[in-house]
Each structure stands twice: as structure tokens, then as C-alpha cells.
């Protein structure tokens, strides 16, 4: 048999670091042995490549309680001095921006609210500059998510705040990369990771604010199109023709599910925050019939765009975040007969399941981190970190 060459060895060797890296940031705290059995590496190959990434500052272990006798198991977290990603979340009227580390912790975070207008990339900027100056070379990257279509690092448009070809290189410190993705896509990205969808093939996710969005996941690894912008299942014309929607289309899905449908539906003129009248129009629908009605012919649009999409996808899973969920909550038989009426046939009897958020709020800034650590935990990657702490390169 041909012996391995040097390049070779150190290629697999190479392949082990960044496999344990990446299952740290998987599956954080999980034991040294846990790591080396799902990887299949041998004891004396998972001691040599954890020691290596102790000394590269890229993860540590610490003695975890074990509840019985003997010497409490190790488990393996991130490095004290590790890398960080910094995540910047913009919605139709709040910010966040904070800094997480290795395994998905976030170590620092930041709220505020904005009127909705690009301005708001100035203080975010200033945000982002505060943190890199205080994290310094720890700070690998910046990993926005925005409620709009995005491509590269530009909004194309954002149809619930007004933006149209919005680029966010404010938020971009000197040498560092930026990565910008839609909040529903990122959001559905970390559920099919780590939320509800965990553990599933192909999962497709699902979010309302200010119309529909989300993403097809695969294999862990979300379907996003040729230029990013995949995933925007809200201009799917699922909706009524003669109705225009602010993206340009006729009878966007959008329109169908949000606030401004249950506005026309009780009535009403446009509000000028949907998401924030869809909100007031479910707390009434409790006791206002007139309320209910409009949150049910919502919910029910909402279950045939999802049955349309399970007919066409074939997830194994639907999660829901955002609005849908609220919509789910109250007024499940709706949306049920909405679902169940656009499934094809053979479908009906065991449908893809369609379940609630488990990570809520936190998706899209844990979905924007995970995108950036994807990019960071390549040997490009571990290139790079090695030269910004004057390491000498892991072989």
C-alpha cells in the first residue's frame, strides 16, 4: 500500500481540527469522548487535536459536575480568548446588536428602537466599532440579518420599512468581513439546527411580521438561490390578483396573512405598522368576534400557503416563528383547514408536521451567527485566526 505523504497527513489531520470545531459549536459542552465517538477519531487523535485547539485559543475544557462518584467529565466550551462574531438583527422597528462566541453564547447585547429609515445604519455602526474596539482581533466578523430581500450585502428592498438598495457596508469595521441574509432565512437556519427542526432532513421554515418569509433547509444547509434571495415565499402570488404588493407583484401571499389583511378585513385603512396592528387584532380576537374573523380568514391563508409549499418541497418538518405562530395559537383550526385544503390527496393522511418555534425571538440572531462561524470554521479560517494571534499555523 501507498504511504500517506506528508501533505496528505497533514490534510487529515487538517479535516480533524476543523470536524471538532465545528461539532463544539454544534453540540455546545458536550464531552471530550462524546466529540471523538461522533467523530469516529481515536482517543489518542481527539486528546491530540483538542490539545492543539486549547493552544490555538480556540476551545477549552472545563470540569463539568457529573451528579455521582468519581472525577467530574470535562466538557468542551469555547476559549475565553476565542473568536467572536459580531450579529447586528434589524427589524421594522427595533435593532439588536451583540457579540457571540464559539457553541452560540451570546457574551454582549444591545436593544434599541428606530423610525424605520436607513439612518439607523449610523448607530449600528457605531455599535459594531464599539465592539470591535473593545474585543479587538477577537472579533472574526460582522453577520447582519434584516427584514427584507437581500443580495450580497445589500437590501434590495424591505418592502415594511420603505428601503430600496440599502447597502450596510456602515456596518463593516476595517478588515473585517460582512455577511448579510434575510432574517426569516437565518432564523429557519438556526430552527432546523437547533430549534424545532432539529434532526430533520429537510425542513422548511416559515415567519410572519410584515408578510411571509423563510427558507428551505437541507442537510443543515439552507437552499438561498443563485444571488441569496431565496426563500421569499411572501411574493408567491397565493394571493388576490388584484391586489398590488409593494415588491412590484400582483397578489403576493404577503398580503393575504399580516396586518394589513386583517385591516381590510375589519375595514380599516393600512396601518401604518402591520405588524404591530396584527398584534392588537389577535389580543382582540378573544373577545371582539369581529377581531376573530379577521384572524381566522389570516390563519387560514396562511395554512393553504403552507400546504402549497409542502406539496412542492416536500419538507419533513414546517416550523413556524414570528406572527405565524400567534396565528397558530389562536385560531389552530383555521389554519389546520387551510393547510389540510391544499395538500394533494396522498399528502393527507400523514402531512408534514407543523410546529411552533423553539428559539422565538433569539432565531435570526442565532441563524446570522451560525452563517458567520460556517464561514469562519474553514482552514482559511483557522489560517487567518492563527496569523491575528502570531500562532504558528496548525499543521
Same mark, same amino acid.
Given at each position: ?7 496528505? &497527513? ?8 476543523? =470536524? ?36 490555538? +485559543?480556540?476551545?477549552?475544557? !472545563? ?15 469555547? *476559549? ?6 459580531? $450579529? $447586528? ?7 439588536? &446588536?451583540?457579540?457571540?462566541? @464559539? ?23 457605531? +455599535? !459594531? ?25 445589500? !437590501?434590495?428592498?424591505?418592502?415594511? #420599512? ?33 430549534? =424545532? ?7 422548511? *421554515? ?11 433547509? $437541507? ?15 411572501? *411574493? ?20 393575504? $396573512?399580516?396586518?394589513?389583511? #386583517?385591516?381590510?378585513? @375589519? ?9 404591530? &396592528? ?21 390563519? *387560514? ?15 419533513? !418538518? ?78
Amino acid at each position: 500500500m501507498e504511504r500517506m505523504t506528508a501533505h496528505s &497527513a497533514r490534510a487529515l489531520r487538517s479535516q480533524g481540527v476543523l =470536524a471538532v470545531l465545528r461539532y463544539v459549536h454544534a453540540h455546545p459542552s458536550a464531552k471530550r469522548a462524546e466529540a471523538a465517538r461522533a467523530l469516529g477519531l481515536s482517543s489518542g487523535s481527539a486528546t491530540e487535536i483538542i490539545g492543539r485547539l486549547k493552544a490555538a +485559543r480556540l476551545v477549552d475544557e !472545563v470540569h463539568a459536575p457529573t451528579g455521582g462518584r468519581g472525577r467530574p467529565s470535562p466538557a468542551l466550551v469555547a *476559549h475565553r480568548d476565542g473568536p467572536l462574531v459580531c $450579529v $447586528v438583527d434589524i427589524s421594522h422597528e427595533r435593532w439588536r &446588536a451583540g457579540c457571540v462566541e @464559539l457553541g452560540g453564547r451570546v457574551v454582549a447585547e444591545e436593544a434599541g428602537g428606530h423610525s424605520g429609515t436607513p439612518d439607523v445604519l449610523g448607530t449600528l455602526g457605531d +455599535r !459594531v466599532s464599539a465592539l470591535h474596539a473593545r474585543y479587538g482581533r477577537r472579533l472574526r466578523a460582522v453577520s447582519a440579518c434584516v427584514a427584507g430581500t437581500v443580495s450580497g450585502t445589500t !437590501v434590495v428592498q424591505a418592502s415594511g #420599512m420603505g428601503w430600496r438598495d440599502v447597502d450596510l457596508e456602515p456596518l463593516r469595521p476595517p478588515g473585517i468581513p460582512l455577511l448579510v441574509g434575510n432574517d426569516a432565512s437565518l432564523a429557519g437556519l438556526a430552527e432546523a439546527r437547533r430549534g =424545532a427542526g432539529a434532526g430533520t432532513r429537510v425542513v422548511l *421554515h416559515l415567519t410572519v411580521e410584515v408578510g411571509v418569509g423563510g427558507i428551505l433547509v $437541507v442537510d443543515g444547509r439552507p437552499v438561498d438561490g443563485a444571488t441569496g434571495a431565496g426563500g421569499e415565499f411572501g *411574493h408567491m402570488p397565493f394571493g388576490d390578483p388584484s391586489l398590488r404588493c409593494p415588491c412590484g407583484a400582483d397578489g403576493c401571499w404577503d398580503l393575504e $396573512v399580516d396586518g394589513r389583511a #386583517m385591516a381590510r378585513a @375589519l375595514g380599516r385603512p393600512e396601518p401604518r405598522d402591520p405588524r404591530t &396592528a396584527a398584534g392588537q387584532v389577535i389580543a382582540a380576537a378573544a373577545s371582539d368576534p369581529a377581531a376573530r374573523a379577521a384572524v381566522e380568514t389570516a390563519a *387560514h391563508a396562511l395554512g393553504r400557503g403552507v400546504g402549497a409549499l409542502a406539496n412542492a418541497l416536500d419538507p419533513g !418538518v414546517v416550523t413556524l416563528s414570528g406572527l405565524a405562530t400567534e396565528l397558530a395559537g389562536t385560531a389552530p383550526a383555521a389554519l389546520e383547514a387551510g393547510y389540510a385544503s391544499a395538500l394533494m390527496r396522498y399528502r393527507r393522511p400523514a402531512p408534514p408536521p407543523v410546529l411552533s418555534s423553539t428559539l422565538g425571538r433569539q432565531g435570526p440572531l442565532t441563524g446570522a451567527a451560525d452563517a458567520a462561524f460556517d464561514a469562519l470554521l474553514t482552514e482559511d479560517g483557522l489560517d487567518a485566526w492563527s496569523r491575528a494571534w502570531s500562532l504558528r499555523k496548525t499543521p
